[in-house]
């Protein structure tokens, strides 16, 4: 399975901006998907989750109202529709996949598979 994230970019504060991952190599329902983000000098931390329906989402408090994360399954793609952007949005963002969870999860240890990630900066 390989995942193949895009759309990062250079944003003003309080900006839009969307990021898309594209799964390929198996069936991409089959997948819950999340998006995750690193920081310089912090450790990644969860953003968002979607479960293999899509009925299911989750996200963390600090874009919980900004960000949206939904998914195309005849596309194969998770998208992150980031509104309101924050400097302290400003992160390497990472999407995964994982097959074998219930519904979905906050947790990086819970996704087999992860994309290489794309940058995504918010200035002044």
């Known amino acids: 399975v390989q995942l193949q994230a895009s759309g990062g970019g250079l944003v003003q504060v309080g900006g839009t901006l969307s990021v898309s991952c594209v799964v390929s190599?198996?069936?991409?329902?089959?997948?819950?998907m999340a998006w995750f983000r690193q920081a310089p000098g912090k450790e990644r931390e969860f953003v968002a989750t979607?479960?293999?329906?899509?009925?299911?989402?989750a996200y963390s408090d600090s874009v919980k109202g900004r960000f949206t994360i939904s998914r195309v399954d005849a596309k194969n793609t998770v998208n992150l529709q980031m509104n309101r952007l924050q400097f302290e949005d400003s992160a390497v963002y990472y999407c995964a996949a994982d097959k074998a969870m219930a519904l979905v999860s906050d947790a990086a240890r819970d996704y087999a598979y992860w994309g290489q990630g794309t940058l995504v900066t918010v200035s002044s």
């Open positions: 979607i479960s293999r329906s899509g009925l299911t989402t």
């Open positions: 190599g198996d069936t991409f329902s089959n997948y819950a």
